[in-house]
């Protein structure tokens, strides 16, 4: 039993350190399968994730700050846009400038206005996202193995991080059985053919990139008002370029790039729960070693068994109408 | 809309791009229920004209009228409502899609696709029937061979409800036999009463099917004439604006000593894919060997590994009998020195560096050479000055060595490439499409030159995509197909039926067994 425990708790950790990757990756797919690269994905959380955690610390609400955060990423990912579609700019230039600006200018604007060192008030209450329980997953609790899954696993996380599961499944149907599915991948593979079946290519990026920003501001409110309970500097510590790279593994495709995320999220519960533990033979492992294990498992993995992936095919290139 | 109002009617339209009148006062009626065909040479402006008609570019002045109305028509949707479809050069399609994907696009029929899609493949099944047009809609689109994938377009058209079908330079990427087939469905077309425009730059396809033909030069219209009242010559002194010779004049080919010997040549891609299989060839100085085939079958990578630029995989190539393969003297630079000079096939990816100047195309790929350095520098008068002499010897325009490359035309930039390769007097040259994108006038100079150099004893491989030029200017001809030499004949006895039977990949033997059976 005592076996059993471990892994519920493990996957569980999981789960939650998986929500904000897979909601990521999927906005990074809406951008991707539309043919811009998005690097800015991590740069666009941390916006979320600070204007999540002020506006919830001043208005007291979660949803609130939910509303914040979602704004800020739409605002970052149209400025995106405008650089990138409407004037034909480098897509990783405006991706990174955008992940600089915001990792400089959220802890500043945070000192600015709480005095706090570049964090937010700690949230509690209605301005933080809670658990949800379940329906009866109290009474369940003591029914073997199916009672304690139910309980632990899928019962009593916040609504996030349902909402990321149920991205999912949607994200699929949207890009495979609707017309807005349908010409955002198209945009992504032959922006010509889309514009000489009269469709407007820029307008489709930029509808494309609406729903990154979307979701990218989700996954970030996530971080600060949910998982954590207010703003820290740097608190994406990478995840959006780990959300890419799920993206790449999972080959643009949402459940591949969901189990991706899942995996990588796995690895940083397994190193959690490593640390200061004894193993058999090689004794302890040091702690520095253990938190590089995710990141070391994304290098190999995409370095190695990701076989041939195949990206769109108009991915990073401006749409200029040939002469 | 009466039934006499022409089914397209262009009234003094006007296209302008920066500096360059691209269109001027064009005026075109085109007749219901007939094929009419537009010609003239690369850079006429016909594909221009064609995208105004369809609405990729909007005119500066200019009247469009459909079936008698006038219709403003600034985008491809306005177009597609006028009844108005293309079919363009460069496919528009979208390889990972799904035939019938590729044909929904952009009128999906409500948000959700999958009632949509179910309608469009019911309406596909009676258009496929009604046209002739076999094309399996589940079929992924990048799988499917390119004869097939011009139908997946103009399936695509006819889905859109177009009476215009405007087809551009529909037959590049064609066999003649497949040109033969697209022939006989544009003749479906024109008898269910569907208008056709087709654009291209081959007299032979103007003949063989349209009712009327159009002629541009230099952005303007120069004659409307029918078909029947004209002829090949005729068409071709119209789109050049003199009398050209349409076949090259040469003597026999006197073949001498074999200078290069390929045997058993392979050549494994990147991905491991062959792309050249036990390839076997010989050319003989004062002789041009021609290498004919739909592009996209090994040529390219013939020339590449020839010109060492990668080394093939297995199998030998002989120089003068010295073995190139594995010495050290097989890299595109020292080929070049020791006599095998090398026209490649793009001239815009290897042949020129577009932003350089003309006098520094020049030496590009003889710039250690002493001629053009002194010390540390580049000698700059010195290329300057061999760049005067190509430019006059091969009658470039403008004749300015100082000009960028991208400004000069694509045949006065074909032959600033050629003028490099042959005036360092080798005796090989390696060919890649010598007239792709070059005018009539320019094709027939660059013709007279090889056959120049043939004379003067030097061994000649061109390969081309152009089954015509193959046919007027080689003396042995051999047909590639899936990396394969599929067979070799002389030039006397190539008919253009025997070559694009070989081209699709039938050998003369399987032939001779199917005659038996």
Avoid at chain 1, 271 to 279: E, H, N, S
């Amino acid at each position: 039993m005592e076996t059993f425990q471990i892994i519920v708790l493990l996957l569980d950790a999981t789960l939650r350190v998986a929500t904000p990757l897979v909601l990521a990756a999927l906005a990074g797919m809406f951008s991707e399968r539309a043919g811009v690269v998005d690097i800015g994905l991590e740069g666009k959380m941390l916006g979320a994730a600070f204007a999540a955690a002020t506006v919830a610390a001043v208005s007291g609400s979660a949803w609130v700050g939910l509303c914040a955060g979602i704004l800020t990423s739409l605002m970052l990912s149209s400025l995106h846009a405008y650089a990138c579609v409407t004037h034909k700019g480098n897509q990783v230039v405006s991706g990174m400038a955008i992940n600089i600006v915001v990792a400089g200018l959220a802890p500043t604007l945070g000192y600015a206005w709480f005095r706090m060192g570049g964090q937010t008030p700690a949230l509690n209450g209605d301005s933080r996202f809670r658990g949800i329980v379940l329906p009866f997953a109290e009474a369940m609790r003591d029914v073997p193995i199916i009672g304690y899954i139910y309980a632990e696993l899928i019962s009593g996380h916040n609504i996030i991080v349902y909402m990321a599961a149920a991205a999912v499944p949607i994200t699929a149907w949207i890009l495979y059985r609707t017309r807005f599915g349908l010409r955002v991948r198209a945009v992504g593979e032959n922006p010509h053919a889309v514009d000489t079946a009269g469709i407007q290519v820029d307008l489709m990026r930029y509808k494309a990139l609406a729903v990154t920003g979307f979701l990218c501001g989700i996954a970030g409110t996530y971080l600060s008002t949910a998982h954590g309970a207010g703003f820290i500097r740097d608190m994406t510590a990478g995840k959006g370029y780990l959300a890419l790279a799920a993206l790449i593994f999972g080959k643009w495709k949402p459940v591949p790039t969901m189990f991706a995320c899942l995996l990588f999220a796995f690895t940083d519960a397994v190193q959690a729960r490593l640390q200061g533990v004894a193993l058999p033979i090689v004794g302890e492992i040091p702690v520095q070693f253990i938190q590089a294990l995710p990141y070391i498992l994304t290098v190999l993995l995409l370095a190695g068994f990701v076989g041939k992936a195949h990206p769109p095919k108009a991915i990073g290139e401006p749409y200029i109408k040939e002469r | 809309m009466t039934d006499t109002s022409p089914a397209l009617e262009l009234r003094r339209v006007n296209k302008r791009f920066g500096p360059v009148h691209a269109n001027k006062d064009i005026s075109l009626s085109v007749d219901r229920g007939t094929i009419h065909g537009i010609i003239g040479e690369n850079g006429a402006g016909k594909s221009t004209l064609m995208s105004i008609v369809y609405g990729f570019y909007e005119a500066d002045s200019g009247e469009i009228l459909v079936n008698g109305e006038a219709c403003h028509i600034d985008n491809p949707q306005s177009s597609i409502a006028a009844g108005i479809g293309m079919v363009h050069q460069h496919f528009m399609l979208v390889d990972t899609f799904t035939v019938l994907e590729n044909i929904v696009l952009g009128v999906e029929g409500g948000f959700r696709l999958t009632e949509g899609l179910a309608t469009a493949r019911h309406e596909l099944e009676r258009l496929e029937e009604e046209y002739a047009l076999d094309v399996d809609v589940d079929a992924i689109v990048g799988e499917l061979p390119v004869g097939l994938r011009q139908r997946v377009e103009i399936l695509k058209a006819l889905y859109r409800g177009a009476e215009i079908l405007i087809l551009d330079e529909p037959t590049g990427v064609l066999t003649p036999q497949e040109a033969d087939h697209l022939f006989r469905i544009l003749d479906t077309l024109r008898e269910q009463g569907k208008t056709v425009i087709l654009i291209t730059h081959k007299l032979r396809e103007i003949m063989a099917i349209t009712d009327n033909v159009s002629v541009m030069r230099r952005g303007e219209m120069v004659a409307h004439v029918k078909t029947q009242d004209t002829n090949r010559e005729q068409l071709a002194e119209l789109m050049v604006g003199r009398s050209v010779l349409l076949q090259v004049e040469k003597q026999k080919a006197q073949p001498r000593e074999t200078l290069v010997k390929v045997q058993n040549l392979s050549y494994l891609d990147g991905d491991g894919v062959p792309r050249l299989k036990n390839i076997d060839l010989e050319l003989k100085a004062g002789e041009i060997l021609g290498i004919a085939g739909v592009s996209g079958n090994g040529q390219s990578e013939l020339l590449e590994v020839l010109g060492g630029i990668v080394p093939p995989s297995s199998g030998s190539i002989q120089y003068k009998g010295e073995e190139l393969v594995k010495s050290k003297n097989f890299t595109a630079r020292t080929l070049r020195k020791i006599g095998l000079g090398h026209v490649p096939e793009d001239r815009h990816r290897s042949g020129l560096i577009l932003s350089f100047e003309a006098n520094e195309c020049t030496i590009l790929g003889y710039q250690d050479s002493p001629e053009y350095n002194r010390g540390l520098r580049l000698d700059q008068s010195a290329m300057v000055k061999t760049c005067e002499q190509h430019i006059e010897k091969f009658d470039v325009r403008p004749p300015d060595p100082h000009l960028k490359a991208s400004g000069f035309s694509g045949g006065n930039q074909q032959k600033l490439v050629l003028a490099r390769e042959m005036e360092q007097n080798p005796d090989v040259l390696l060919v890649g499409q010598p007239t792709r994108g070059v005018d009539i006038g320019a094709i027939e100079f660059i013709h007279n030159q090889l056959i120049k150099m043939r004379d003067a004893g030097k061994a000649i491989l061109v390969v081309s995509v152009e089954i015509d030029e193959v046919m007027s200017i080689a003396d042995r001809i051999a047909v590639m197909f899936d990396g394969e030499i599929v067979g070799e004949l002389d030039a006397e006895d190539a008919t253009e039926t025997k070559l694009g039977l070989m081209m699709a990949g039938i050998r003369e033997t399987q032939k001779a067994e199917e005659a038996a059976v």
